[in-house]
């Protein structure tokens, strides 16, 4: 049984520090609200702190969200300590999980920003297979602000290296997958990205977003700002007539 089980299910969103993940999520979502990241209460943000994993509900309007609007779940056993019983669970929900159990992630943003859905569909327009199933971009400086590995910048590569972000002169990848009709349904292939590309930051989906993912939230959140950076600047290349690569 969880120790949690037998506490007030609010004592675990009640806090007055700011960056409790009750109150950084709504926080959060109010500012990616005003980045258009998660418009129409698209997107989302999730947060995992030891045991516990914070959730953002569905269809609430995310420049309203309230540490009370959380759902809390128990890592080990994927139970609901907290769960208001006016919403739903987020669909993103086993997204986020997979960015936990496969990248050993503390934080999950999702966003629907609309220079990720160009830059999938740029991608989608040529006729090279490895183009077409992902983003690539190299001599740009804010690429500096993806972490090498994936998550964790002081993770340990084979050897003892410390991975580190990428450096000016590295090429960034972000593999891309096709968008299913609802948003579990990603699950699967976001699953296998991950899987075949152990060095990547994110998982870019066709037509609808970004997933970002770091080991705690201040890494998520620079990869996903860098990201979306990059993504704008390819964006704008591609208007101009420069190429990204
Ligand atoms: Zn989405």
Known sequence: MSAHTDQDPDVLITSPDPMHPANHISELCRKFYDLGWVTGTGGGVSIRKEDLVYLAPS??????????????????????????????????????????????????????????????????????????????????????????????????????????????????????????AHEEDLTGALEQAMLAWPECAAVLVRRHGVYVWGKDVGQAKTQAESLDYLFQLAVRMHGMGLKWT
Not at 67 to 77: A, G, H, I, L, Y
Not at 98 to 126: M, P
Not at 145 to 156: C, P, Q, V, W
Not at 158 to 180: C, Q, W, Y
Request: proline share 5%; glycine share 10%; aromatic share 10%.
């Open 59 to 180: 269809g609430v309007q995310k420049e309203m969200m309230q540490p009370e609007d959380m759902f809390v779940m128990d890592w080990k056993t994927k139970e609901y300590l907290r769960r208001p019983l006016n919403y739903k669970p987020s669909a993103c929900t086993p997204l986020f999980l997979a960015a936990y159990t496969h990248r050993g992630a503390g934080c999950c943003i999702h966003t629907h920003s609309q220079w990720a859905v160009l830059v999938t569909l740029i991608c989608e327009s040529s006729p090279d297979w490895a183009t077409r199933t992902c983003f690539s971009i190299k001599e740009i400086e804010q690429i500096k602000g993806i972490s090498r590995g994936g998550s964790g910048s002081d993770e340990i590569a084979e050897g003892g290296r410390k991975l580190g972000n990428l450096g000016f002169f590295d090429t960034l990848r972000i593999p891309i997958i096709e968008n299913t």
